[in-house]
């Protein structure tokens, strides 16, 4: 019986793992920045027409107010808005100039609009803990504007700390999807962000 020399063994070994067997921060990074829930665009609705004073004073109104695409005018309250007082805001003839170049054309006299303002860009994984078939991955991302309404609101110089959970299967490793593990879900991790300091 012929002994099978080492490099052989080594090498029957090696096809058997697969790159995606080892939870390293390159593989994580691929599968965050590629997954559905990360790459999906953030939309940003604009209202118009009768707001609260909550919504007025909300930091995305001041930015779009500061740019001169929205103003205000106080107006009664009625009574299905809280709290007072109320405010009527209205698209400057800038801001009609700007959402004419983000939306279709028949979409400009609604009172409300939703824009796809920005996209989410991986800045690094920043630590790796797993136990057994789990582990937990921490990155940072920021938000990379899509227009002049994304840029007011979505700063991209300001990063974000999120934490996504893993879990290793027969085929590798893939991030937690839904509640059935005990860390949170992606979707949840990019809710519930940190800014970094």
Known sequence: MRKFPL????????AACSPRDFLTRRLAA?????SATFR????????TGTVSNDDHLSPDSIALQHHGWITASHIPCPPSTEPPPCWDLTLTPAGIDTLQTLLPPADTQNKSFNI???RRELVAVTG??????????????????LNEIGAAIYHSDL???STAAFRHYDDGWRIVR??????????DALKNAEPVQ
Request: net charge neutral; no cysteine.
């Open 40 to 47: 999906t665009p953030q939309q940003f609705l604009l209202r």
């Open 128 to 145: 790796i803990s797993s136990q057994g078939t789990t582990a937990e991955v921490e990155f940072t991302w920021r938000w990379n504007p």
């Open 30 to 34: 691929d599968l965050i920045a590629a």
């Open 178 to 187: 839904g509640t059935p593990h005990p860390a949170q879900s992606l979707d």
């Open 159 to 161: 990063r974000y700390r």
């Open 7 to 14: 490099a052989f063994l080594f090498l029957l070994l090696l």
């Open 116 to 118: 796809l303002a920005a």
